[in-house]
């Protein structure tokens, strides 16, 4: 079974888009091990001289590196990305970049009928960065619309065709991943020389 | 005019940051900017409001109080930095000082694409309705390569980027302008009632029961006045001239001539051109109508106010210069007051020039150069004109 980590693309105490991943962790325990992250306690960025990352976005970055494929669940803030979620991308981008090649699937929750599409667009250009460069899922897109509405008292889903199009996403997700992981694999050479991105030096 | 600059990174070292402030210093004749760090503001956090803290009070306060707001941002990852994001997200929670604020994005990158996605983002956040502010269109200040573009005095290296910078910055004042007197704040009057714009009342000289919106105008008047015409001769102070030679006269002009008399009647330009070539449109079909059919709405204030200083005798001329013609014209628009022999107001003749060829053969000529830099083109008592020119062909 491939082993999964959930980032909660907030810093706020509730968060449905927690809710979301908590619930998928649940729904799909036999289909992965999922473990989810926070972001609550990672320090602002600040482009420190020394590159060197902190403790806590270590911790994250070792997990990112551990794992066969990341979901990442994002709020939308103005439009955008939450500031908490940017500053996590920019440590990751900044110091070890372990999303390089890695699988990911986006999801979003916002509390207004869009879902989050427009910030979940934004997510996607910046995995798309060179120093990020993550293997994005693609043509899929999960949008949960009303979510301070969309789940009940145990935290599931509370609309079955919800449930039935996650579940169509998260099984595509699981082939994505072995496929992915796979060609990344056979090409080891290529990620070795993205690694070495940096803007400074380019 | 006050303008704030925000320094969309929160790095010790940062070229948005040299970038504002080579805008402070090199423009400091036309604009007043004060450049503002966003160091000392914690990263967002709705679960935690910290609003009422003091960093995030004082940015407030200064936004406010500006007339408007120039960000630098860089790019992190094809998007606005965290920090800058953090401080757009703080100032769309509980306050939202930049509501209805007149907003011009410039950024500086390593990449040769300059923060081109970063600023895109940065449009789409502004416009967020928590946020919700004016931002200007087009004029994308792109600064790429940035490691290359500062000498060893921090100051732009490039002249066309300074030009280009120095274009963008005066459509900003202008823009500020527009939307000040769009939105037409308690501190600003709106002076549009202190004349009469439609041109309802009559002096002596207008010409009665003519629609004064008919496209015809000019054929209705001269049939009601029998207005002479061709080879008929008229004496002039001083001198006698036929109706030709004293178009021709008029039409060789090196300006684009318009009169509207004391009623505020459009009468009369020297028709030479179409208007797309003309540097401020007119249409022979608009002759005739009252200026408030000449100008957008939200000009009205400034149309009005230059009128009083000619009417009361404040001012014989009143100029602007306009510089969205861009850098190869010197556009100057003069509103002068005529008057009768006895000095009453009897009407407006604003007359618009290219003043650019002029000056390139006098300079030429004497050898002398200009130095740039140092000439204030748009600051000062002509603010108000601004939004007057440029504005004078109405499309609706
Ligand atoms: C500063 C701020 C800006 C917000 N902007 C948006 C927005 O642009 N679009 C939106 O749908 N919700 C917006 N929201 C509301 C919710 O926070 C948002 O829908 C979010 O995705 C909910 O996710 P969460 O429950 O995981 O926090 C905003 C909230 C805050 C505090
Ligand atoms: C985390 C991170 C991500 C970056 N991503 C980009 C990018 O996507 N595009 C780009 O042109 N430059 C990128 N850069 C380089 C910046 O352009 C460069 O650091 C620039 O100096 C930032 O502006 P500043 O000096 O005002 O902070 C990135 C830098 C950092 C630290």
Not at chain 2, 50 to 56: D, L
Not at chain 2, 194 to 201: M, P, Q, S, Y
Not at chain 2, 259 to 284: G, H, I
Not at chain 2, 334 to 339: I, N, P
Request: negative net charge; charged residues 25%.
């Amino acid at each position: 079974m491939n082993n999964f980590i959930g980032i909660v693309g907030t810093n706020s105490d509730n968060s449905t888009n927690r809710m979301l991943l908590q619930f998928i962790q649940k729904h799909f325990a036999d289909k992965a091990n999922i473990q989810l992250c926070e972001i609550k306690d990672l320090p602002a960025f600040n482009k420190p001289e020394d590159r060197k990352a902190p403790d806590k976005v270590q911790q994250l970055s070792d997990k990112i590196t551990e794992a066969d494929g990341v979901i990442i669940s994002t709020p939308e803030y103005n439009h955008s990305v939450p500031a908490a979620l940017k500053s996590t991308l920019e440590w990751l981008s900044y110091t070890n970049q372990p999303l390089i090649d890695k699988p990911v699937m986006i999801t979003g929750a916002s509390y207004g009928r869009l879902g989050s599409s427009r910030s979940q667009t934004h997510l996607r250009q910046m995995l798309d960065a060179p120093e990020l460069k993550a293997r994005i899922m693609p043509s899929s897109e999960f949008l949960l619309g009303f979510s301070l509405q969309a789940f009940d008292e145990e935290g599931n889903l509370k609309h079955q065709n919800k449930i039935e199009e996650l579940e169509q996403i998260f099984d595509d997700f699981v082939q994505f991943v072995d496929i992915t992981n796979q060609l990344v694999k056979t090409n080891h050479s290529p990620k070795k020389q993205t690694k070495s991105f940096s803007w400074e030096d380019n | 005019m006050k303008i704030v600059g925000i320094v969309g990174s929160n790095a010790d070292f940062s070229y948005n940051r040299l970038l504002l402030k080579f805008i402070a210093k090199h423009f400091n004749q036309i604009v007043d900017v004060e450049v503002l760090d966003i160091q000392d503001i914690p990263l967002f956090n709705q679960s935690n409001d910290q609003t009422n803290s003091e960093p995030i009070q004082r940015l407030n306060r200064k936004i406010m109080g500006a007339d408007g707001v120039i960000i630098a941002t860089p790019e992190y990852n094809h998007t606005i930095p965290s920090a800058l994001q953090s401080v757009l997200e703080w100032l769309s929670f509980k306050i939202h000082p930049l509501d209805g604020k007149p907003i011009m994005i410039v950024g500086a990158s390593y990449d040769v694409q300059g923060s081109s996605r970063s600023q895109l983002h940065l449009r789409q956040v502004l416009d967020a309705p928590g946020v919700n502010a004016v931002v200007m269109p087009g004029n994308e200040f792109l600064l790429g390569e940035v490691h290359r573009a500062f000498d060893e005095n921090d100051n732009l290296k490039d002249k066309e980027t300074i030009q280009f910078l120095e274009t963008c910055l005066k459509k900003f004042i202008r823009f500020i302008n527009v939307v000040n007197v769009m939105d037409s704040p308690e501190g600003m009057k709106d002076l549009s009632s202190t004349e009469d714009l439609h041109a309802t009342g009559k002096i002596e000289t207008t010409i009665e029961d003519i629609d004064m919106l008919a496209d015809d105008w000019v054929e209705q008047a001269s049939d009601k006045t029998k207005a002479v015409e061709g080879d008929t001769y008229v004496k002039l102070d001083r001198g006698v001239l036929t109706v030709n030679q004293l178009n021709y006269f008029l039409k060789s002009m090196p300006a684009e001539l318009t009169f509207a008399d004391s009623n505020n009647q459009f009468l009369y330009y020297n028709y030479k051109y179409e208007d797309e070539d003309m540097l401020a449109a007119r249409r022979p079909e608009q002759v005739g109508n009252p200026l408030a059919n000449c100008h957008p709405e939200r000009a009205f204030s400034s149309v009005a106010w230059v009128i009083q200083q000619l009417r009361n005798g404040k001012e014989d001329v009143v100029r602007t210069h306009v510089p969205t013609h861009g850098p190869d014209k010197f556009v100057v628009h003069s509103y002068q007051a005529v008057r009768d022999e006895d000095g009453n107001y009897v009407g407006i003749n604003e007359y618009v020039k290219d003043i650019k060829p002029i000056i390139d053969w006098y300079l030429e000529q004497t050898g002398q150069q200009l130095t740039g830099g140092e000439v204030d083109a748009v600051s000062g008592a002509t603010s108000k004109v601004d939004t007057v020119s440029g504005a004078t062909v109405k499309d609706n």
